[in-house]
């Protein structure tokens, strides 16, 4: 099943339609997009919008994300996708972040090591 079709059939199942959805959702998706959705003219919403949408739906937002073709591991994933993605716009969005990272993608373990040591972060592996 799609994600279009799965949030066909839970629309249709608890009677909402894309205002209803939206609204639901504390303003995080338009019903426009919602709509879109649902066509399934829309394959590849961002994680935030997927969370609105869940929200808006009033469904779980891990069997969401399956339907949109994630997979989600459970809390023993240190990187689960949302936080990941998250992560990802903090670095491209700021070029302090661009930066730090670049250099520590340069680093040996032993570097990396270091350097998080310097940053007083803990953790072994």
Known sequence: MTLAEYVDQVMTQ???DAVKVAKASDGGISANYVRKIRRG??????????EALAKG???DFKTLMKFAGASL?????PWPAPILIRAMQKIVSSPDFTVIVKELMKLDK????????????????
Do not use: Y
């Open 14 to 16: 608890k009677g909402l």
């Open 41 to 50: 003219q829309t394959l590849n919403p961002s994680i935030p919008l997927l």
């Open 57 to 59: 739906l009033g469904e």
């Open 73 to 77: 591991k459970g809390p023993e994933d």
């Open 110 to 125: 032993n570097g990396l090591r270091k350097a998080r040591q310097s940053l007083g972060a803990g953790g072994g592996e």
